[in-house]
């Protein structure tokens, strides 16, 4: 499988400015579920997923996530 974008070097600065839209594709009782998850804590399911995100990248050795 082909990665969608240019690996991420270590000392490359992370940049809040740039930006990419992911299509994500879930049964519909996930994104139900996940909508009424992020509703719970007062979130949209964007702002809940970029913390997910965030906090899983944040949780990973620097060589890992390139």
């Known amino acids: 499988m082909q990665p969608l974008f240019d690996g991420v ?8 400015q ?3 839209e992911l299509a994500l ?9 996940l909508e009424a998850a ?4 007062g979130m ?4 809940m997923l970029r ?3 965030g906090e899983l990248l944040a949780s990973q050795p620097a ?3 390139s």
């Open 9 to 16: 070097s270590p000392n490359t600065i992370r940049s809040d």
């Open 18 to 20: 740039e930006v990419v």
């Open 25 to 33: 594709l879930l049964p519909l009782w996930q994104a139900v579920e």
């Open 38 to 41: 992020a509703s719970r804590r």
């Open 44 to 47: 949209t399911t964007g702002q």
């Open 51 to 53: 913390r997910v995100i």
């Open 63 to 65: 060589s890992a996530v």
